[in-house]
């Protein structure tokens, strides 16, 4: 900051896509949303203040807020679930919980591709009647993100 003339102070230390938005912004006033989609996901966008119901307190200086949406935990009957997601969901540590990060992150790519691999060997008989023995094991595939 000091090698740009920025005449700040760290005050406080913010996560990945408030983060993303912020470094956005200060490139172009114009970006108005941030999403990450790596290892996990999740989303914020700049909102006018006076439009969130929620917020009761003095409306900041540029009228503007910035939502973090941890959109982790996001669930609707609309989203397609496949096999894949019901079973890695089920016998995942936190059941029912982080249902769009189980869809989209890639912590979970590999899991979601192992099952479909683990099936189609299974059912075409890829290997005859043998399955790799890795196959079976859970997260043994990783996505680097």
Not at 7 to 27: E, H, K, P, Q
Not at 36 to 50: M, S
Request: hydrophobic residues 45%; aromatic residues 10%.
């Amino acid at each position: 900051m000091q090698k740009i003339g920025l005449d700040m102070r760290v005050s406080a230390l913010v996560n990945d896509t408030i983060g993303t938005l912020a470094g956005g912004r200060f490139y172009n006033q114009d970006v108005i949303a941030a999403v990450i989609l790596g290892t996990g996901t999740n989303a914020a966008y700049v909102e006018r203040a006076n439009a969130i119901p929620k917020w009761h307190g003095p409306l900041p200086k540029s009228g503007d807020m910035v939502i973090n949406m941890e959109w982790v935990n996001f669930r609707s009957s609309h989203l397609p679930l496949t096999e894949y997601d019901v079973a890695l969901d089920a016998e995942s540590l936190n059941p029912g919980e982080q249902i769009f990060d189980k869809l989209i992150s890639g912590m979970y790519f590999g899991d979601i591709v192992r099952r479909a691999l683990l099936k189609m060997v299974e059912e075409a008989d890829f290997f005859g009647d043998t399955v790799p023995p890795k196959l079976r094991v859970p997260f043994i595939l990783r996505y680097a993100c």
